[in-house]
């Protein structure tokens, strides 16, 4: 089985802390995705990256940043946490590039910035 | 750009009855669909998924959706609801060009009442 693994489950931040959040898959896929969850908005995409070193924005990139040095892990950056920044975040992967196979979800990390 | 539109944020049904979410999408390329489901305090799992050929595509957990091009929608169906099948669902698309993210509906949540 795919396996999309992210760092945290639960964290807890201070206004103003630099935030990483990791992402691992252990099935070589080629794209990565964070997005956020929040009631009533849906998923909505931060950053995806379809190759190493490679990243493009998604809807709601302001605030967060990416990196991607290695194939399996895809990292999420807050430079400097806000309290609007709280919520779900989610990664996911899926195999070729341009999405002919499906996305697998990590289990989501819940941040609460304080 | 591609887009998904749920409409409904919310269906409620009685057990046994039918089940139907809705969803249309814009894309200026041939999109490739996905409907997932989210139960609570989980991540997100594959319904079912169309990218060529058949446009009838068939699910797990009975869940099925046409694809209908001329009204841009991909509506998820199941003929008769169960408990279990209360979550939230959410319609994604994307495409079969390299480089293009996998975009969400903001989602309907499902009650099953019995």
């Known amino acids: 089985d795919v396996k999309v693994t992210q760092s945290s489950r639960y964290l807890v931040k201070r206004t103003g802390e630099k935030v990483f959040l990791e992402c691992v898959q252990d099935?070589?896929?080629?794209?990565m995705f964070w997005y956020r969850q929040d009631p009533g908005l849906g998923l909505r995409l931060i950053y995806f990256?379809?190759?190493?070193?490679?990243?493009e924005k998604g809807d709601i990139p302001e605030g967060y940043s990416v990196s991607r040095e290695k194939k399996e892990r895809f990292s999420l950056i807050l430079e400097s946490a806000s309290t609007n920044q709280t919520s779900m975040y989610l990664c996911?992967?899926?195999?070729?590039?341009?999405?002919?196979?499906?996305?697998?979800f990590g289990q989501g990390t819940r941040l609460t910035v304080v | 750009a591609q887009s998904v539109t749920q409409l409904g944020s919310h269906v409620s049904v009685s057990e046994g009855a039918l089940v139907l979410l809705r969803c249309n999408y814009s894309?200026?390329?041939?999109?490739?669909l996905f409907w997932y489901v989210q139960y609570p305090n989980q991540g997100l799992q594959l319904l079912l998924k169309?990218?060529?050929?058949?446009?009838l595509v068939k699910g797990i957990n009975g869940f099925e959706a046409e694809f209908k091009k001329s009204e841009t929608s991909f509506h998820l169906t199941k003929p008769s609801a169960h408990m279990s099948d209360a979550a939230e669902y959410f319609c994604?698309?994307?495409?079969?060009?390299?480089?293009?993210?996998?975009?969400f509906g903001k989602g309907t949540t499902l009650s099953v009442s019995s």
């Open positions: 996911a992967s899926s195999l070729k590039a341009g999405g002919t196979t499906e996305a697998f």
């Open positions: 099935m070589d896929h080629e794209n």
């Open positions: 990256s379809y190759d190493v070193k490679m990243k």
């Open positions: 894309s200026s390329v041939p999109p490739y």
């Open positions: 169309y990218t060529t050929g058949a446009t």
């Open positions: 994604a698309v994307t495409s079969y060009q390299a480089g293009t993210a996998l975009i």
